[in-house]
């Protein structure tokens, strides 16, 4: 399968801290993109970087990608409640025409 | 632009019977997916157009699945017969990789429920 893989599944936090999500893949990718999901609503894209990228920043989120590891991380610094939903990376693998994988997704619960 | 539209937004139906779900991508996109979303499985590609094309259908789970693109505008997914295991949450999303983004833009998705 060539499916992301994000961990942990579930991250509850405190409102003000910062949560790390990480997402492992398999084969080589043209880019990989993160995506929030809230309760009962479609996915909307977060931020996108590219295999030749090793970070990539807006505004409170800070994207890393280790194409060695085929591995992504997406943090989120000072969380708030708002900022509760699941989050999803999806890959771009190469020759994909731009079909995207998701993985399962991780829940971020962010305590007031 | 209001983004992709899907209707309806919830159908209960019986099993046996017909479901048609309905989306409208955004103008001038020219990518469309329909994905399928259940606790058990996470969010699945059914298929995929490219101006109007079907160009991957491999992930659709069976002949009781079709998809029909007649226009840029206008594209459906139908189930017949419906099965409760087909309840699930069905998305449509549209994308314009010609622009250089690739990004996909998400419908509300359609809450499907077969009793």
């Known amino acids: 399968s060539q499916q992301g893989e994000e961990d942990p599944q579930a991250l509850s936090i405190q409102e003000g801290e910062n949560a790390t999500m990480n997402c492992s893949y398999k084969t080589s990718i043209n880019n990989l993109q993160w995506y929030r999901q809230n309760s009962g609503r479609g996915l909307v894209h977060l931020i996108l970087?590219?295999?030749?990228?090793r970070e990539k920043h807006s505004g409170r989120l800070r994207v890393t990608l280790d194409t060695s590891k085929k591995s992504s991380s997406l943090l989120i610094t000072a969380s708030r409640a708002a900022d509760t939903a699941s989050y999803f990376c999806a890959t771009d693998y190469t020759g994909a025409n731009s079909k995207l994988t998701f993985g399962k997704g991780i829940t971020l619960s962010v305590r007031p | 632009d209001a983004g992709v539209i899907q209707s309806p937004r919830h159908e209960v139906t019986e099993m046996g019977q017909e479901v048609t779900l309905r989306c409208k991508p955004i103008?001038?996109?020219?990518?469309l997916f329909w994905y399928r979303q259940t606790m058990m499985r996470g969010l699945e590609l059914l298929i995929y157009?490219?101006?109007?094309?079907?160009?991957?259908d491999s992930g659709m789970p069976e002949d009781r699945f079709s998809a029909k693109m007649p226009n840029a505008s206008f594209s459906t997914l139908k189930i017949q017969p419906s099965e409760p295991r087909d309840s699930a949450v069905y998305f449509c999303?549209?994308?314009?990789?010609?622009?250089?983004?690739?990004?996909?833009?998400f419908g509300p998705g359609t809450r499907l429920t077969v009793t």
């Open positions: 970087i590219r295999s030749n990228e």
């Open positions: 103008s001038g996109h020219d990518y």
């Open positions: 157009f490219n101006n109007n094309v079907p160009i991957d």
């Open positions: 999303a549209s994308s314009d990789p010609l622009g250089q983004t690739y990004e996909q833009y």
